[in-house]
């Protein structure tokens, strides 16, 4: 229902942006050129087409409009399903969906390799000539079976009426489907019986059922009971075969000729073995296919052609449900149950992944028994404990308290001090953020600070120093292009699989971006700033200060939104090489158990992540420095 | 304003264009198999007997987990994974993946999928001292079928445990390396050299006795078993007939070794620990009703359910044994 709404709300609000665009063009200043950075300026209704337009397109392809409209069209389509699937096996012997007949393209093909492999043991080395006489023998005798299948004059009469009758009934199933009477009422006791299995029956897209495959409506039920009449004649078509005594005396011939050959073999003789099971293969394969003279079938093809005409027809309203709001796919019945195909299985819907984000979200639940984002309370020692290092206590003068005689460790100050430095003492505590979410984002933004702190500095050094510049230059070419991840194998065995590891390999990506940002804003400072500078008797430190360091300023803030972007590919990539947590290893196990609503949620939040990353940026940007673009 | 949108509405068209026609069937079988997992048929798949019997060019894409078949699948690029694990199929069975299993590739014990602790942590002392360590577990994979298995039966809680996703490869470094407690691996290569650093937790016999057995099967999707149901069938014949060579011991192991990218007497001692059963065993001990097969698919149906794909009521539909050779 909100789903209805949304879409509702969101086509509204894209006519109301346009329409309000068009108004606003008339009103511009007719003084603005091409290309001026003004025509840019404000927006927002563009915003909300663009944003509704990604919504609209994720509601129509994963079928929630479908759902929220119709939400019992699901289940009408699978039992049409049920109906195509019980068709395809007999629709897959005639040109239908294909080109060919298939005992067509079979007889084609077998010919053909029939043909291959007697050029095949022409050549064969090693095999005696009476062997290759036999073998060729035993081939063309193979090949004169097809003429037997596809001869009129051989079909027995008793294949002839089976055919007929399948096809009769058919034919019956074709009168009958579109009347009302159809299906025959079931008895009070098995009619109670299926109206008890329906109240049982789950909606669609409710938690562990993708499909209802039960048929719930009269129509459904028309389809569902013609699709089980029409599975009992396509079993018993291909229960059926063209066997006719004439084929069966030729294979009897041929079978009879293998085994005698096969029993005069040696254990040795492994490459005649291997022929003769090949042509015995090539033999079965003509044998288990239903393979019948060209027109014999005519009947049936054109009694299916009608009857799935019919069934088009019957679906009335389905038919074009299935069309309009299941774009790009539709529902696929396999044996009794149904399963969604095509966008809709892969392409989550949007209430289906807020629902279960929202369940992910608490934190009792979470992923893993890791909760998404949650709080857990941390006591001040141990963050102290994280921050000084223990040598504080070591560099101390004296000793580390001994046990006395009477078996009690007097505490000290030394050993006191190692107390507070490691983090061993009673003290209040405070919330710290922690889960998947919260891990990611600190790895990026661990790896990223890093990267800024060491990166600008030696950027700016290599800039304005020629030693440096020649010294660093080669390390940080060599080690740049290589893609991140490149390295992960070598780190994660190096630094292991915590969380070191991890900041380690981002501290990389952000290292090499923040040098080459830096070098270029440095060593790009107008000389003449430098001069005026200079000659109003500025010291080096005031020059570095005040004019070089806020030239490169525009460069490196590019340069760290560049860096964003790279530490959240890379982050994912090496969470999902080894992780315990971070929203790289969530989506990663998700897609394991085919979880694809988790999959999109991950995707989803990464995105925001990124967004919120650069939305911060930006404001710094505008913040430090306004005169960007303006000089 | 009118170019936009007419571009908007061609891409639509285009999209849904684009995405029915990734559906069309090729004159082909392709076929997903796995490296370092020597199996017999891997000798008719060097000599091309397959695409003999089948009569149409068969092409074999190797895969890295079995989770990644069914993706492969569900995508139109596989038609019959072969020596796929039970545990991703029913994943994706659980997740209503339209495939079916068809056969029985191989029986396993511990000697192909095992859990490796590092030294000083052996059956007696794992349920104490694995508390709060990490583990390495490729999740969804029979390695962590055998995890959970393994950890029942030696009264480890898992979940005071880290379990750390990664592939076998990956797995036995970190265990060699000193940052994981424990490492659940597949393939021989890595078990080999995990087993450097530690040894298994429970031997072959003891998870036999445990009823902890590893079973790859065929795979086949629905499109695929009624386009061409003959072709299922030969590839099934041509993969028992190898099975029965192997057990009479007329093998070219040299062949497979090489064709599984593993060394001889690795591949060996491997396929030592194989058992191929025929097709009368697998109807009436492994598929039939209450057989070993369904029971397996019932257990891990529920231990891998989750709440957004929970396990069937009933696997049997899963389950077509009609493509067994008579």
């Known amino acids: 229902m909100i789903t209805g709404f949304l879409t509702f709300f969101i086509i509204v609000a894209v006519i109301g942006s346009i329409l309000y665009g068009r108004r606003l063009i008339k009103t511009e200043k007719t003084d603005t050129v091409f290309g001026n950075p003004e025509r840019t300026k404000g927006g927002m209704h563009w915003v909300v087409v663009g944003t509704s337009f990604l919504i609209l397109s994720w509601l129509y392809y994963s079928w929630d409009i479908a759902k929220s409209l119709y939400p019992k069209s699901a289940n009408e389509l699978c039992q049409v399903a049920k109906v195509n699937e019980s068709l395809l096996s007999l629709k897959y012997l005639f040109p239908i969906e294909e080109r060919s007949h298939k005992s067509t393209a079979l007889i084609k093909r077998e010919n053909i390799n029939i043909q291959k492999k007697i050029v095949v043991i022409q050549n064969a080395q090693g095999l005696k000539n009476q062997d290759k006489e036999l073998f060729i023998s035993l081939l063309n005798k193979t090949r004169q079976t097809i003429p037997l299948l596809t001869n009129e004059k051989y079909l027995e009469t008793k294949t002839k009426t089976t055919i007929n009758e399948l096809t009769d009934r058919i034919k019956q199933l074709t009168v009958n489907f579109p009347t009302d009477s159809y299906p025959q009422a079931l008895s009070e006791e ?18 562990g059922m993708e499909v209802p495959p039960l048929p719930e409506s009269k129509k459904g039920l028309k389809f569902h009971t013609a699709a089980q009449e029409l599975n009992e004649i396509s079993d018993e078509f291909f229960s059926m075969r063209n066997h006719n005594p004439e084929y069966l005396k030729l294979l009897k011939e041929i079978k009879d000729e293998i085994k005698e050959y096969k029993n005069g073999l040696d254990d040795n003789q492994e490459l005649e073995m291997d022929f003769i099971k090949e042509i015995k293969k090539l033999g079965e394969r003509i044998q288990y296919e239903s393979v019948f003279p060209p027109n014999a079938l005519d009947g049936m093809e054109k009694a299916i052609r009608t009857f799935d005409g019919v069934q088009k027809k019957e679906q009335g309203a389905i038919r074009i449900k299935d069309i309009l709001l299941f774009p790009a796919g539709t529902i696929v019945a396999s044996g009794p149950t149904c399963a969604e195909d095509g966008p809709g299985r892969w392409l989550p819907k949007p209430s289906d992944t807020f629902r279960i984000f929202g369940d992910l979200l608490k934190p009792s639940v979470g992923f893993k028994m890791i909760p998404m984002i949650w709080y857990e309370m941390m006591g001040v020692n141990r963050i102290v404990g994280f921050f000084l290092p223990d040598w504080i206590a070591d560099i101390l ?40 979410i919260w891990d990611s984002f600190l790895r990026v933004f661990l790896g990223l600070s890093l990267g800024i702190i060491f990166g600008v500095p030696l950027g700016i050094f290599m800039g304005l120093n020629r030693f440096a510049k020649g010294f ?8 740049r292009p290589v893609p991140p991840l490149a390295w992960a194998p070598l780190v994660i065995t190096v630094f292991g699989i915590d969380n070191v590891g991890k900041v380690f390999l981002l501290f990389m990506v952000s290292f090499s971006i923040m040098i080459i940002s830096a070098r270029a804003g440095a060593s790009g400072t107008q000389l003449s700033k430098i001069h005026a500078a200079h000659s109003l008797g500025a010291s080096r430190r005031q020059i570095l200060r005040e004019v070089i360091f806020p030239n490169s300023l525009p460069e490196i803030l590019t340069g760290i939104r560049v860096a964003v972007g790279m530490c959240w590919g890379t982050l994912v990539a090496a969470e999902f090489l080894a992780g315990t947590t971070g929203i790289g290893f969530v989506e990663n196990v998700a897609r394991k158990y085919m979880q694809y609503e988790v999959i999109w949620i991950t995707i989803f939040v990464m995105g925001m992540l990124g967004l919120l990353f650069d939305l911060t940026i930006r404001k710094i940007i505008d913040k430090t420095i306004p005169w960007r673009g303006k000089g | 304003m009118k170019k936009i949108v007419s571009l908007l509405l061609g891409s639509i068209v285009a999209l849904t264009l684009t995405i029915s026609a990734a559906f069309s069937a090729a004159n082909e079988v392709r076929v997903a198999f796995f490296l370092e997992w020597a199996l017999p048929n891997q000798e008719d798949k060097v000599k091309k007997t397959f695409d003999d019997a089948l009569g149409v060019p068969v ?13 492969a699948m569900l995508s139109g690029d596989i038609d019959i994974s072969y020596s796929q694990g039970l545990t991703p199929f029913v994943n994706a069975v659980n997740a209503k993946a339209p495939i079916k299993l068809v056969d029985i590739a191989v029986i396993y014990g511990m000697g192909g999928t095992t859990c490796v602790a590092a030294k000083g942590i052996d059956k007696g002392n794992a349920s104490s001292k694995l508390d709060g360590q990490k583990v390495a577990v490729p999740l969804g994979t029979m390695a962590d079928y055998v995890f959970k298995e393994t950890m029942r039966v030696v009264g480890a809680d898992i979940s005071k445990m880290k379990v750390v996703d990664m592939n076998p490869e990956d797995g036995s470094a970190a265990l060699v390396n000193g940052d994981v407690a424990m490492a659940c691996l597949f393939g021989g290569t890595s078990i080999g050299k995990a087993k450097e650093a530690g040894a298994s937790v429970l031997t072959v016999a003891e998870a036999q006795e445990a009823g902890i057995a590893g079973i790859d099967i065929t795979s086949v999707t629905n499109k695929f078993l009624k386009e061409n149901p003959g072709m299922v069938r030969t590839f099934v014949e041509v993969t028992h007939e190898a099975n029965t060579r192997y057990n009479a011991g007329k093998s070219n192991m040299n062949i497979i070794a090489k064709d599984a990218a593993m060394d001889l007497a690795g591949t060996k001692k491997q396929m030592g620990g194989f058992e191929f059963p025929n097709a009368a065993t697998m109807k009436s001990k492994y598929m039939n009703k209450g057989g070993i097969l369904m029971t397996y698919l019932d257990v891990m149906g529920n231990m891998f359910a989750t709440s957004e794909n929970p396990a069937l009521k009933n696997y049997s539909k899963v389950v077509d044994t009609s493509y067994l050779p008579n």
Do not use: C
């Open chain 1, 190 to 207: 098995e009619e109670n019986k299926r109206i008890e299995a329906l109240k049982k029956q789950l909606g669609w897209g409710a938690t």
């Open chain 2, 59 to 71: 092409k074999w894409t190797n895969f890295a987990t079995g989770g990644e078949m069914t993706e």
């Open chain 1, 397 to 436: 003068p004296g000793k580390y308290p001994v046990h006395n005689s009477d078996g009690k460790v007097e505490p000290n100050f030394k050993s006191k001090v190692l107390d507070v430095v490691t983090g061993e003492f009673e003290a209040f505590k405070i919330p710290v953020p922690t889960g998947h």
């Open chain 1, 472 to 479: 660093f230059d080669p390390l940080v070419e060599l080690y």
